[in-house]
């Protein structure tokens, strides 16, 4: 049997790529214009940094972290998210610092061992967002927004879930709450979910599982755990996006899954709501300590380009032109008139292959190339190729000069 790939792994054709090029391409754009630099750091890290800050009890660590070692029995991680690396190379390299922060984006390859579905892979490619150094709710709202634009851009409808954790105290307090809460009525969890009661409570708000759905609806939420400096912060963020126009809810519920959020959490989810989130994020004023950098606050999301891929519509664009030689002679003639092409930037496909003009047109035809310029024995010898139209069938002469017969393309795509 030949090879297979690796489970939950994918490999994109042409037309996907096309779509994560475009994608990327307009995140780079929108980030740059709101001043977010995009930089790059490794697929591999230490296990113990996400273990420090994704959190050693999560299901992103515990479970879905693909750990290797090396020939010298370093314990390494393929990245399962982005925050901790992002974090570890802005201190390791010292590009933090600026009075207003320091604004980062990423796009790359990330890894977990999750079950694979639609959607769901176990190498998926993220794009993300971080902002270092501003505890304002204009930087939470500035984050946001740069995930809504790109949603915008690529015409994906969507909406926003939006929840604040409040400070670490508060967040403790709630998980206390909630833990005594759920305990008194473990009996009607289901066994998957008792097991977090201990183990990382908050996660239980989260399940998909109907009978926990249901026993939530009255469970209490972390808007009566918070201070007043929390709340209205909270506020400000909601008013922030309202102005910004942008849609969103308020989710008490939500929590995300990794464990170094405080305050702001946000999803992006689809306008029908039923699929999983196309990003997520929210602030985590503790990490860049904890990982021995300043004390800095930040937010940041990320968002997944499979995901975003999947929603978006693609019209892939035509071969613009198929240069089509007949025998030696025409292929001697063709390889210089492509060097001359493709120097002036033409785009033209060259079929070295092709002896039989009305197969060869079958196959151009079949490829969509928009245009098909043939080179065969009358031509040499007027010193000129046949311009076809293949959309029409209208067809013309030009002689052997790329600018003219760049014009004949560019003039007849007009007609
Ligand atoms: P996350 O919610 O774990 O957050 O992942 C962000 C997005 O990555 C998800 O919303 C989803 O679109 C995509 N994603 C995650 N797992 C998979 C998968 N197995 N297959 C396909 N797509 C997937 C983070 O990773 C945080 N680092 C976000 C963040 C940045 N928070 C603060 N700054």
Redesign the pocket.
């Known amino acids: 049997m030949p090879h297979q790939r690796p489970k939950g792994t994918r490999d994109l054709d042409a037309g996907l790529m096309a779509r994560f090029e475009d994608i990327r391409f307009s995140f780079v754009r929108i980030a740059e214009e709101m001043g977010y630099s995009l930089v790059e750091f490794p697929v591999l890290e230490s296990v113990d940094l996400f273990e420090r800050s994704t959190g050693e009890t999560t299901d992103?660590v515990q479970k879905q972290m693909y750990r290797l070692q090396d020939g010298a029995g370093r314990d390494l991680a393929l990245r399962p998210?982005?925050?901790p690396g992002l974090v570890r190379a802005a201190i390791q390299e010292g590009w933090l610092g600026g009075r207003n922060g320091e604004r980062f984006a990423y796009y790359g390859p990330?890894f977990?061992y999750?079950r694979p579905q639609k959607?769901?892979?176990?190498q998926?490619v993220?794009l993300?967002a971080?902002f270092i150094g501003s505890d304002t709710p204009q930087a939470d709202a500035e984050t946001i927004l740069l995930l809504a634009q790109l949603l915008e851009e690529l015409e994906i409808e969507h909406t926003f879930k939006i929840n604040t954790l409040g400070t670490p105290k508060e967040r403790e307090n709630y998980r206390e709450v909630l833990t005594s809460w759920l305990t008194e009525r473990k009996e009607k969890l289901p066994k998957e979910d008792q097991a977090n009661l201990t183990r990382n409570p908050l996660r239980i708000l989260d399940s998909k599982r109907p009978q926990t759905r249901a026993l939530l609806g009255d469970a209490p939420t972390i808007l009566d755990q918070l201070g007043e400096a929390s709340k209205s912060r909270f506020s400000r963020v909601i008013s922030l996006l309202e102005e910004a126009d942008i849609p969103f809810e308020v989710d008490p519920f939500l929590v995300?899954?990794?464990d170094y959020y405080t305050q702001t959490v946000f999803?992006a989810v689809g306008a029908e709501g039923a699929q999983?989130?196309?990003?997520?994020?929210?602030r985590?004023d503790g990490l860049v300590k904890t990982l021995g950098g300043p004390d800095l606050p930040a937010?940041?999301?990320?968002?997944?380009v499979?995901?975003l891929a999947q929603a978006t519509d693609y019209f892939e664009e035509p071969l613009p032109c198929l240069l089509i030689p007949l025998g030696d002679v025409g292929r001697e003639e063709a390889w210089h008139l492509a060097l001359e092409l493709w120097a002036e930037g033409i785009s033209v496909r060259v079929a070295w292959h092709e002896d039989n003009l009305s197969k060869a047109l079958k196959r151009a035809h079949a490829s969509g190339a928009a245009w098909v310029m043939i080179l065969g024995e009358n031509e040499l010898n007027a010193e000129v190729a046949t311009l076809r139209n293949m959309e029409t069938g209208n067809q013309k002469t030009v002689p052997l000069k790329p600018s003219l017969i760049k014009r004949a393309l560019g003039q007849d795509e007009d007609e």
Do not use: K, S
């Open positions: 992103v998210e982005g925050t990330f977990r999750e959607g769901r892979y176990r998926f993220q993300g971080e995300r899954g990794l999803e999983d989130a196309f990003g997520g994020g929210g985590y937010v940041g999301f990320a968002a997944g499979d995901r």
